[in-house]
């Protein structure tokens, strides 16, 4: 069955056209572009008009390769911006315009939900269970790190406990990074650590993230410090795909990033435009969350809730 995925987040809206069968996914088209839709909705509580319409932009774009490869189902959803905006019936009317499917605006637990089997259904057949015995140990802690939000999903092969928090790179970077300094401060980034820490305290309270063996990682800001530390001469995904970066890697990456000015970080050759300005928030999420769960590594997933989307239509 061909699919159509689509993922409207705070930062980015991307496309899956993949063919699902029983346990397989192939990709037919995958794309993303940041479009920012967040901007601002931390502060204001609205979408601004012009990041609708570079969104709308986007999905026109995406609706033609939708009917030229002739996928039989779609389905949009929407995550942490559109859930925070007023307006939010704006973004609704014109996403239902382009694609003539209702989007949905989906929870926390939702998305959670969808980001853990996208990652999860291709480390099922890495597991111990399997042919593969040096797989990751289930259970896995899933954290997809977006821009106005980040996920904890724990489970084995199922989700079983979920929290999503108002804690993301673009959140982070428009609260306390925007204005602070290129590279920014050390009292700015001590404001981040705060927030990250807070909204930690209520994951362990919640997630029982310290039964899980096996950390997974997903999203740009993942992917990207995946792609710094394997020192990778431009973004390639078949090699971030289920890399495993050890607890010191992240780190150090971590660091590098935060000590940067704009211009380097933009001239490192695994960094989309878009990702340059947030990229140090987003890194230190995922840093204070390996310190704070005492995981020894992190493995990366391409893999994510796009997938799970997908997934979901061939059921």
Known sequence: MRVAAVDCGTNSVRLL???????????????????????????????????LERTFKAMRGYQELIERHDASATRVVATSATRDAANREDFVAGVREIFGVEPEVVTGAEEAELSFTGATRGLVRLSPETEVPEGPLPPY??????????????????????????????????????????????????????????????????????????????????????????????????????????????????????????GERAALPVMHP??????????????????????SQVIVSEHDILDGIAWSLAR
């Open 17 to 51: 056209i993949a063919d699902v069968g029983d346990d397989q996914i192939d990709d037919v088209e995958r794309r993303m572009e940041i479009v920012r839709l967040g901007q601002g909705v931390d502060r204001t509580g609205r979408l601004a008009p012009d990041a």
């Open 274 to 295: 878009g990702r340059v300005d947030v990229i140090g928030a987003g890194a230190l999420i995922l840093d204070r969350i390996v310190r704070r769960f005492a995981f």
């Open 141 to 262: 802690l899933v954290v997809d790190i977006g821009g106005g939000s980040t996920e904890f999903v724990v489970g084995e092969r199922h989700a079983e406990a979920a929290l999503s928090v108002d804690i993301g790179c673009v959140r982070l970077t428009e609260r306390h990074l925007k204005d602070a300094g290129d590279p920014p401060p050390a009292r700015a980034l001590e404001a981040v650590v705060a927030d990250i820490e807070a909204a930690l305290d209520r994951v362990e309270a919640e997630v029982p993230v310290r039964r899980a063996h096996t950390l997974v990682g997903l999203a740009g800001s993942v992917t990207t410090v995946a792609g710094i530390a394997l020192a990778l001469p431009a973004y390639e995904p078949e090699r971030i795909h289920h890399a495993r970066l050890s607890a010191g890697q992240v780190h150090e990456v971590t660091r590098r990033l935060l000590e940067m000015t704009h």
